[in-house]
């Protein structure tokens, strides 16, 4: 149950942090550029990397993602970060826990995403026609509020 508890034991602070759900883990570091992070993101990778040596689990790089969140061109970075020898660089957009996150935390393509999923849910209640009001309005509740409303607190405010 707690298979991934020593990835998490870093101390959320103003400065970095990690948290970790069933086989996600995400941890991060804050600073005024990409690159005063570099150390920081660093130390993460490999740290990780003995925890996996010592568990016997295994970090695949291909699902590893590496974000600089900013709005500002001149504080991002494009340097790659290795890990056993690949190269890993920077995104533009990761999906943490189903939530499509940019650069600039702007949520445009997970609201997009959002939409279209929320319309298809609504589509197919359209084609139940003769379901009265009351029965319309609990097949919205169950099936195309909850389609939209994940992690709502979330990217709201974008």
């Not at 939409?115 to 003769?130: E, N």
């Amino acid at each position: 149950l707690f298979f991934n508890a020593v990835l998490v034991q870093r101390r959320i602070s103003n400065n970095s942090g990690s948290i970790a759900f069933v086989d996600d883990y995400s941890a991060w570091v804050t600073g005024p550029t990409a690159e005063s992070n570099r150390d920081g993101i660093q130390s993460i990778i490999d740290d990780a990397l003995d925890w996996e040596k010592r568990s016997g689990a295994t970090f695949e790089v291909n699902k590893t993602s590496v974000i600089h969140f900013t709005r500002i061109a001149e504080r991002d970075s494009d340097s790659p970060f290795a890990i056993r020898g690949k190269d890993l660089k920077p995104k533009e957009n990761v999906k943490l826990l189903g939530v499509i996150m940019d650069q600039a935390l702007r949520f445009k393509e997970h609201i997009a995403g959002v939409a279209a999923k929320g319309l298809a849910a609504a589509m197919c209640l359209k084609r139940l026609k003769m379901a009265s009001p009351r029965t319309a309005r609990q097949l919205f509740i169950a099936t195309v509020a909850p389609t939209m409303d994940y992690a709502s607190n979330v990217w709201s405010h974008a």
